[in-house]
């Protein structure tokens, strides 16, 4: 069936570089992609998302770029901090109105 | 203002127990979501209310799973009787009436969940 999934399940990044979270989907119907951050312990944070209508779109310290012709969806994160170690889970939306399918999750350790 | 509200935050019953979890979403959020999520693993749709309606319930395993939302507003999600696959974190979540969101979906805003351990 479609499905949602992720390249790589844990990536290890130096405080201060740029972390990229890469996510590759496989319903070309998917009109919507959120990013969600999850700490230890609590439900998943909106992080960004965007619409299939757009290749990019920017938040503080985020990015979410979308490769409609690979099915590809990547989160950037900007000097990243040790605050933003957590597990990233990107998610799709293509059955109706709210109707979310998350993806496996990416771990992201950040190194001191 | 408080965000969606779970408990309990953990619960450990032996197979074949009953067990009960209970949802309370933000103020004014008319859909509410319960989720399933295995270790490791992203969140799970088992069902989802528009006010006290039931939309949809396609993921819920209705031979041991219930769900209600009597008046809109908090909910109840119910296993029983529980089994060893039973365990995880159950989430739940709330979100707004679509509008004048750029996305035209609303964000779903999560509660903590809780985990259960069934032995």
């Known amino acids: 069936g479609e499905s949602v999934g992720l390249h790589l399940p844990t990536l290890s990044v130096q405080e201060g570089d740029n972390s990229i979270i890469n996510c590759a989907y496989s319903?070309?119907?998917?009109?919507?992609f959120i990013w969600y951050k999850q700490e230890s312990g609590k439900g998943p944070q909106f992080i960004i998302d965007i619409r299939s209508n757009m290749d990019k779109r920017q938040g503080q310290r985020v990015t979410v770029l979308l490769n409609k012709t690979v099915k590809h969806l990547s989160l950037q994160i900007a000097a990243t901090q040790p605050g933003d170690s957590a597990v990233y889970f990107c998610a799709e939306n293509s059955g109706g109105y709210q109707k979310v399918t998350f993806g496996t999750g990416t771990k992201l350790q950040v190194i001191p | 203002e408080a965000g969606v509200v779970q408990s309990p935050r953990y619960k450990i019953i032996e197979k074949k127990q009953p067990v009960a979890f209970w949802c309370n979403p933000i103020?004014?959020?008319?859909?509410l979501y319960w989720y399933r999520q295995n270790l490791g693993q992203g969140p799970e749709l088992l069902i989802r209310y528009e006010n006290e309606e039931a939309v949809d319930d396609s993921q819920l395993p209705k031979d041991r799973f219930s769900a209600e939302r009597l008046k809109g507003v908090d909910s109840t999600l119910k296993i029983q009787p529980a089994e060893l696959g039973d365990s995880a974190v159950y989430l739940c979540a709330s979100s707004s009436q679509p509008g004048l969101a750029s996305s035209g979906t609303d964000t779903q805003y999560f509660g903590p969940g809780t985990r259960l351990t069934v032995l």
């Open positions: 319903n070309s119907a998917s009109d919507y």
């Open positions: 103020s004014g959020h008319n859909t």
